[in-house]
């Protein structure tokens, strides 16, 4: 697992990242979020300390690096595979020969790179172009060889820095999946570092907000999607343009506050309320094997008062919907 605790990164009089804490655990998917300059990519190298943090610590599995010698760091970093949105292969390397090279430098043996090589272009669903070129292969496939090269030396802690970005939609859910199975099959902890909000919520467990070199929002991404007030929920599944309210609605945002709302809720609200309720816009989905629902709902301004009440009963948690897409708005910018 990974704990960050009061990392802090200037460069010179610039203060990139201050007092941050954050921890991924053993078979976790953890995205990191921020506009550029926000201070992702700083975190992912104080992470393997290639940039020496200017103070906090960075425990990778309980070993605390920035307290490591050389000799015991270039160890430590062993544990950690990166994989970045440049697949850096090289081009006269096969892509067996390039998922070799940890474990050549590692001085292991020749049966055994090819026995281990094999292994980890079959974990990768590359077993059949071990021989390919880099040119010979796709973008998504030339990012599963980094990915297999990655997993060379075994680590226990995948960096991910927008290794999706610039790929197809294919080749992105391609990788998204393999990133989930190495998490449920190697238990790694993967901190999964993107500006692509889809992605975040096609694959992570938890996502964490960069803001001004510290975390401005964090949670799961179930209950940040669940919560109508959550900034950073809003930002992962932005409200689409919904439809305009009746003369006399107001517009409110709900949300699945569980899996136990009914499907016909719409129409129980409606009931409960004694007032016709328009649906002006909805998404629901399945997130990480759990259903998630928003929806923008025009209410009779004489039935907003018994709103939240009703809304509570049937599971459903509300808010303006305008005072939501502001908040969302702000982080956006600021982020
Ligand atoms: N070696 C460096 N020397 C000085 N400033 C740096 C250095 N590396 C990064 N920075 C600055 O630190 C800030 C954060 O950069 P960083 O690359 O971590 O952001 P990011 O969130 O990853 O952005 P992007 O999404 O564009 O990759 C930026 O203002 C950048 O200019």
């Not at 709902?297 to 808010?319: N, Q």
């Amino acid at each position: 697992m990974i704990l960050i605790e009061g990392l802090s990164k200037s460069y010179g009089t610039k203060n990139v990242l201050d007092r941050l804490d954050l921890s991924v655990d053993a078979g976790e998917i953890r995205a990191i979020v921020g506009p550029s300059g926000a201070g992702k990519s700083t975190l992912a190298q104080c992470v393997t300390l290639l940039e020496r943090p200017t103070s906090g610590s960075v425990f990778v599995n309980g070993v605390d690096l920035t307290a490591l010698g050389a000799a015991h760091l270039r160890e430590a970093r062993r544990r950690i595979g990166t994989i970045f949105q440049r697949d850096g292969l090289f081009a006269r390397r096969t892509a067996a020969a390039n998922v070799a090279l940890p474990l050549e430098y590692l001085g292991v043996t020749r049966p055994e790179i090819r026995t281990r090589v094999g292994e980890l272009l079959e974990r990768v669903g590359l077993g059949d172009r071990a021989g390919a070129f880099p040119h010979e292969l796709s973008g998504g496939q030339r990012q599963r060889v980094g990915i297999a090269r990655a997993l060379a030396l075994r680590p226990s802690v995948l960096l991910s820095d927008e290794a999706t970005s610039g790929l197809d939609p294919d080749s992105t859910a391609s990788i998204l999946a393999l990133l989930r199975e190495l998490r449920d099959d190697l238990g790694l902890s993967i901190l999964f570092i993107t500006h692509e909000m889809d992605a975040v919520v096609e694959v992570a467990d938890s996502v964490a907000a960069l803001h001004d070199g510290r975390i401005a929002e964090s949670g799961t991404v179930v209950e940040l999607l669940r919560d109508p007030s959550s900034p950073l929920g809003s930002l992962l599944r932005p409200t689409r343009p919904y439809l305009s309210p009746r003369a006399g609605d107001e517009a409110w945002q709900v949300s699945y506050r569980s899996g136990a709302v009914e499907p016909d809720w719409l129409l129980r609200l409606g009931t409960r309320l004694g007032e016709p309720i328009s649906l002006l816009g909805a998404a629901v989905e399945t997130v990480g094997g759990e259903p998630v629902g928003r929806a923008v709902i025009g209410i009779p301004a004489p039935a907003v008062e018994d709103l939240r009440a009703a809304l509570d009963e049937l599971g459903l948690d509300g808010a303006p919907a305008s005072a939501v897409l502001r908040d969302a708005i702000v982080l956006e910018k600021v982020a």
